[in-house]
């Protein structure tokens, strides 16, 4: 089926660091998929954080980068230095294109950042 | 402020009855939808509306039926409630043109805890 896996949190990292969290994905159903990231700040709903529809592309925002990768199916989500203030949880998502907006969500990742 | 609005946040309900959340998107969005994640599971796709009409529907009981009164409103109203219905309810909402550029970037409120007990 079509399903997305990710690096199991919670991941803890000191600020300044650099971070990685790994996502693959499988998509069966789905020709063309679109990969995101979302975010989930404390106290805040859910939100994009970057996106990329095309495969080869790579995506960013906020210091943020991930690479849409279809040969080894992954989106891993890249910052090389993190701050206090990335603290939150990361959703690796894949969706159709051509569908209702119907999105996959990975479990999500929960990431601490220490001062 | 808070542009979708879900209430009540939290909520705890017996087996058996009828609960309906509330969600209120502020964003001058043409489509909404409700997602739901359980306990240690993922974020799932459960409905999807364009213009107060049913897009998908990926829940395979009729106790829970989306309610739209008004473009910017999608209710869930759920029947029969059971134990393993505990879960957040996320309402989202997109500007979409189905396959356009906006596809995937889903706005969603901070989402209403059910507890069934």
């Known amino acids: 089926g079509d399903s997305v896996t990710q690096t199991e949190g919670p991941v803890t990292v000191s600020e300044s660091e650099s971070l990685i969290i790994n996502c693959t994905y499988s998509?069966?159903?789905?020709?063309?998929?679109?990969l995101f990231w979302y975010v989930r700040y404390p106290g805040e709903g859910l939100q994009l954080l970057l996106k990329?529809?095309?495969?080869?592309q790579k995506g960013s925002s906020r210091g943020f980068e991930a690479t849409y990768n279809k040969e080894t199916t992954s989106f891993h989500l890249q910052k090389a230095s993190v701050q206090e203030s990335d603290s939150a949880v990361y959703y690796c998502?894949?969706?159709?294109?051509?569908?209702?907006?119907?999105?996959?969500f990975g479990d999500g990742t929960q990431l601490v950042v220490k001062p | 402020d808070p542009k979708i609005i879900q209430k009540p946040k939290y909520l705890v309900a017996v087996t058996g009855s009828e609960k309906i959340l509330i969600c209120e998107q502020y964003?001058?969005?043409?489509?909404m939808y409700w997602y739901r994640q359980s306990a240690k599971k993922p974020l799932e796709f459960m409905f999807s509306?364009?213009?107060?009409?049913?897009?998908d529907n990926q829940t395979a009981s009729s106790r829970f039926q989306p309610q739209s009164s008004k473009k910017n409103h999608l209710d869930l109203q759920i029947t029969a409630l059971k134990p393993d219905d505990s879960a957040t309810y996320f309402c989202?909402?997109?500007?979409?043109?189905?396959?356009?550029?906006?596809?995937?970037?889903?706005?969603f409120g901070e989402g209403s805890k059910l507890t069934v007990l």
């Open positions: 998509a069966t159903s789905i020709a063309y998929p679109n």
């Open positions: 990329v529809i095309t495969a080869g």
């Open positions: 509306y364009s213009y107060q009409k049913l897009m």
């Open positions: 964003l001058g969005h043409n489509a």
């Open positions: 989202a909402s997109s500007q979409e043109d189905w396959g356009g550029a906006n596809t995937g970037q889903l706005y």
């Open positions: 998502a894949l969706g159709d294109g051509n569908s209702n907006n119907r999105i996959f």
